[in-house]
């Protein structure tokens, strides 16, 4: 199934009323641009988004081209279409809005922020079968604690997802 050219483009003259809609035109698409932490926050920073979702095969080539959709990706996999994954991208452009997550800062130290995944988390209780948290984060010295972080931030990164480091470096 292919959406008709006529049909959507319709659709999305009718989203876009204003003369001059700022917003980013999105289809998600498995051969778009993987979408990324940056350009999430880009969106977020951003007037807002039309999002437009294929089904099955997709849309008509000519509305990409006549309403200039920008396709973005979120992974190497195909869906039946770009609904779920224009709830993904929705849900990573919120929690960035102020106010969503409480402090500003909570979004910042997460995975993907500096090409880096997030270090551990520990709770309650102190030993758990036989697994205790590190004593670092129950020394109380924010300074080692916040090395440790680092450290294991960069260790998990490097062994999990190494293409993030190179990134840094580009």
């Not at 999305?12 to 498995?30: F, G, T």
């Not at 924010?142 to 960069?154: F, L, N, P, V």
């Amino acid at each position: 199934m292919v959406l008709r050219c006529d049909v959507l483009a319709a659709a999305i003259d009718a989203a876009s009323s204003a003369a001059k809609d700022e917003r980013p035109r999105l289809l998600l698409s498995p051969r778009g641009k993987p979408l990324t932490q940056a350009r999430i926050r880009q969106l977020a920073e951003g007037p807002g988004v039309l999002l437009v979702c294929g089904r099955f095969e997709g849309v008509d080539e000519r509305v990409i081209e006549g309403r200039g959709l920008e396709e973005v990706s979120i992974g190497d996999y195909i869906l039946s279409g770009g609904e779920i994954a224009a709830m993904v991208l929705i849900d990573a452009c919120v929690r960035l809005l102020p106010g969503v997550m409480g402090k500003n800062e909570s979004a910042t130290e997460e995975s993907f922020e500096n090409n880096r995944l997030e270090y551990p988390h520990y709770t309650r209780p102190r030993e758990w079968e036989n697994r205790t948290i590190p004593n670092v984060l129950l020394s109380g010295n924010h300074a080692e604690i916040d090395r440790w972080r680092k450290s294991q931030s960069e260790q998990l990164t490097e062994i999990r997802r190494p293409d993030l480091l190179h990134k840094r470096q580009e």
